[in-house]
Antibody
Framework: QVTLKESGPGILQPSHTLSLTCSFSGFSLSTYGMGVSWIRQPSGKGLEWLAS???????YNNPSLKSRLTVSKDTSNNQAFLKVTSVDTADTATYYC???????????WGQGVMVTVSS | DVLMTQTPVSLPVSLGGQVSISCRSSQSLVHSDGNTYLHWYLQKPGQSPQLLIYRVSNRFSGVPDRFSGSGSGTDFTLKISRVEPEDLGVYYC??????????FGGGTKLELK
């Protein structure tokens, strides 16, 4: 059974760095074809893919945010991480992590974590 | 960049009725491997999105056969028959053909008339 859960600071100030953790079970990020992706959703708005990290360590970011995003993983502890630098109010959203397979897309999602950027 | 356009934005329905949601891409979603990586999701109120259909027409585990997907190239449709209360929410299409970038459609809200 695949499960994922996001954790983060809840609230942070503009210009700071947002750090999120995705803790998962039911799969290994060292297994061929497996990935974890980050997707966000501002309140009342649509979904935006942010970044993905794959079993082989390859990472890919949304070009619109590319330089601000860093994804990483700790395979032994079944965790994936997302860092977003220089946040502003536009980064206020619910952030999801999702189990990702190339041919199926995002097949299992976490419950999401709300992040508010405010001074 | 691939743009994904969903119509309509809002879709009123009566329980037991049938509806169709359109998703159009700005570029062909046929991959060089011959597959088309177009997927459909439902986000129920207050919940995370859930995968309904992958690769145009394949129902994900546990998805009832009231949901069906079709289409090719740049034009895709999600059909829901015999709509039930648990089908209400926002539907999104997603393309992953143009890997490594993944693009969602803007969403279609299915609500009661």
């Amino acid at each position: 059974q695949v499960t994922l859960k996001e954790s983060g600071p809840g609230i942070l100030q503009p210009s700071h760095t947002l750090s999120l953790t995705c803790s998962f079970s039911g799969f290994s990020l060292s297994t061929y074809g497996m990935g974890v992706s980050w997707i966000r959703q501002p309140s009342g708005k649509g979904l935006e893919w942010l970044a993905s990290i794959w079993w082989n360590g390859n990472t890919y970011n949304n070009p619109s945010l590319k330089s601000r995003l860093t994804v990483s993983k700790d395979t032994s502890n079944n965790q994936a991480f997302l860092k977003v630098t220089s946040v502003d109010t536009a980064d206020t959203a619910t952030y999801y992590c999702a189990h990702t397979r190339l041919k199926l897309g995002f097949d299992y999602w976490g419950q999401g974590v709300m992040v508010t950027v405010s001074s | 960049d691939v743009l994904m356009t969903q119509t309509p934005v809002s879709l009123p329905v009566s329980l037991g009725g049938q509806v169709s949601i359109s998703c159009r891409s700005s570029q062909s979603l046929v991959h060089s491997d011959g597959n088309t990586y177009l997927h459909w999701y439902l986000q129920k109120p207050g919940q995370s999105p859930q995968l309904l259909i992958y690769r145009v027409s394949n129902r994900f585990s546990g998805v009832p056969d009231r949901f069906s997907g079709s289409g090719s190239g740049t034009d895709f449709t999600l059909k829901i028959s015999r709509v039930e209360p648990e089908d209400l929410g926002v539907y999104y299409c997603l393309q992953s053909t143009h890997f490594p970038t993944w693009t969602f459609g803007g969403g279609t809200k299915l609500e009661l008339k």
